[in-house]
């Protein structure tokens, strides 16, 4: 068997531990005789499986007592409709920072649903930065304000929380979930697809502050009303059971790896040692600016992009794969999440030293 370092942006690599131990239960879950799989949401094991899933996110995370959590479907993509379909029932107003695709397509789906104002953005400078505190025109009536948290195309990420008055702030962290400690409390909302941190895809979790909990919209969705979710403890229909297992396992990894601190150190060590290397090459360059640099998504390029695809086509024959950028930003792009582990971005250092020698003869 050989596994390879996958740089996929998602979904992505899980440890090997969380596999291991799925695979050791998948026939026969604790003596149930079948596999987690295969049973039914409403069985006492499964009501087991996700409310110790619930407990571990809590404790990982530190979620305050007055959050619930939900385990839905449909990406965060349907977040994108599902928030505002929820949250814009006061003033009917929202503000939204557009710092990359994502955000972007969250704020053009949210215009079907309220007043929505740009509340800043970087699109100018193809986003390869995070608008600052002092650039945010802010509504004190708005119904919440929307950020993404890490903006995966492109390689930025909020340093900072943005200071909202009494209007919740909602938040993207699909792609930086469980990477470092978060300050829950600062958040009306987070949202997250599971495919990078969490697990398999298939699974969002919600985390909610109870008093944005109420009527929606008239026309939403019974599948999309976070608060007939909540009432039936995200079991109105069948929740995506193997994948919330899954998290499960994820989360027991997270806290054998010293929870999120722990993760954050290691996460930290292997973006300086590639950011380090981009820095000092005379052949790569990162491609956005240095206050605002993803510790998940690392995206840069070398000076054409011919050699781009060199780099590619050699790197995936050496068994690194998945690094070439989205299109939208070209180059290269290595997503390296929790289960990356320091070695695979060490041979990928390793593999640039002798790509940059072999090419600046
Ligand atoms: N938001 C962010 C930050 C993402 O990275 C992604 C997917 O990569 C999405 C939203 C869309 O997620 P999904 O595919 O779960 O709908």
Known sequence: MTRIFNFSAGPSMLP???LERA??????YEGSGMSVMEMSHRSKVYDKIIKDTEAKLREVMGIPENYK????????TLQFAMVPMNL????GKADYVVSGSFSGKAYKEAQKYGKISLAGTSKADNFNHIPKQEELTLDPEADYVHICHNNTIYGTTFKYIPETGNVPLVS???????SEPVDVSKFGLIYAGAQKNMGPAGLTVVIIR???????????????????????DSMYNTPPTYAIYIL??????????????????????KANLLYDYLDSSKIFKTTVLKEDRSMMNVTFRTETPELDDAFVKEATAKGFSNLKGHRAVG???????NAMPVEGVQALVDFMKEFEAKHSE
Do not use: H
């Open 172 to 178: 993207d962290m699909s792609s930086c979930i469980l």
């Open 69 to 76: 959590v939900l385990f839905l479907q449909g990406g965060a």
């Open 16 to 18: 090997v531990p969380v």
């Open 88 to 91: 814009l029932v006061k003033s």
């Open 331 to 337: 180059g290269m792009r290595a997503s390296i999440y």
């Open 210 to 232: 109870e008093d944005l909990v109420g009527e929606p919209q008239p026309l939403t969705p019974v599948m999309m009303n976070y608060q007939e979710m909540v009432a039936n």
């Open 248 to 269: 499960g396992l994820v989360l027991d990894w997270v806290k054998d790896m010293g929870g999120l601190e722990g993760l954050k150190a290691n996460n930290e060590k």
């Open 23 to 28: 695979a050791a239960e998948m026939l026969d």
